[in-house]
T-cell receptor, first 116, second 115 residues
């Protein structure tokens, strides 16, 4: 595809349910990032994948959050036992993957999650 | 820890006029990158301009330019000849030049363009 795509665009769930958010990066990009944009916290880094290296999970807020990247391409962010404070826009980005450079991260349109 | 501060929650500019959005950051690193991203109501973050810390020359992209003051740790964005399509939330972001590729964002400035 031409850009980063994310699905679903919007998700409404009930407190306590699990949700999965999907990200399709730009073809050929080996680096993939998840960010969360919420009213109270602004934009915050969650997790970073680079090729076959172990992901940088330093931004995940709790053990209810996990992410995987299959085949070096598509990524899924999973939130277990959702809580109301998880309501936010979840943004995915990808980049070419040259470590140590200031390469541009290209963002998807995000998934807006609302936990009732 | 690195931090990015945008002190102007909202700004307004008349169409065709010039506006400057402020950004300051705090870091002890010498190798880093700075970015301005635009987020319209569609939510898609779009890169506006980037600056490498080792470059003294200010970056310019058409109507967008930056004033990078490394000693003062300041990175402001100037939009010239403002257009209605420039109305959006603007985020300043910092990235360390080492192996960690995560962006650290400011809280954003909402820019309104008046016709």
């Amino acid at each position: 595809g031409a850009g980063v795509s994310q699905s679903p665009s919007n998700k409404v769930t009930e407190k306590g349910k699990d949700v999965e958010l999907r990200c399709d990066p730009i073809s050929g990009h080996t680096a993939l990032y998840w960010y969360r944009q919420s009213l109270g916290q602004g934009l915050e880094f969650l997790i970073y994948f680079q090729g076959n290296s172990a992901p940088d999970k330093s931004g995940l807020p709790s053990d209810r959050f996990s992410a995987e990247r299959t085949g070096g391409s598509v990524s899924t962010l999973t939130i277990q036992r959702t809580q109301q404070e998880d309501s936010a826009v979840y943004l995915c980005a990808s980049s070419l993957g040259t470590s140590g450079s200031g390469e541009t991260q290209y963002f998807g349109p995000g998934t807006r999650l609302l936990v009732l | 820890a690195q931090t990015v501060t945008q002190s102007q929650p909202e700004m307004s500019v008349q169409e065709a006029e010039t506006v400057t959005l402020s950004c300051t950051y705090d870091t002890s690193e010498s190798d880093y990158y700075l970015f301005w991203y635009k987020q319209p109501p569609s939510r898609q973050m779009i890169l506006v301009i980037r600056q490498e810390a080792y470059k003294q020359q200010n970056a310019t992209e058409n109507r967008f330019s930056v004033n990078f003051q490394k000693a003062a740790k300041s990175f402001s964005l100037k939009i010239s000849d403002s257009q209605l399509g420039d109305a959006a939330m603007y985020f300043c972001a910092y990235k360390y030049g080492g192996a960690t590729n995560k962006l650290i964002f400011g809280t954003g400035t909402l820019l309104a363009v008046q016709p």
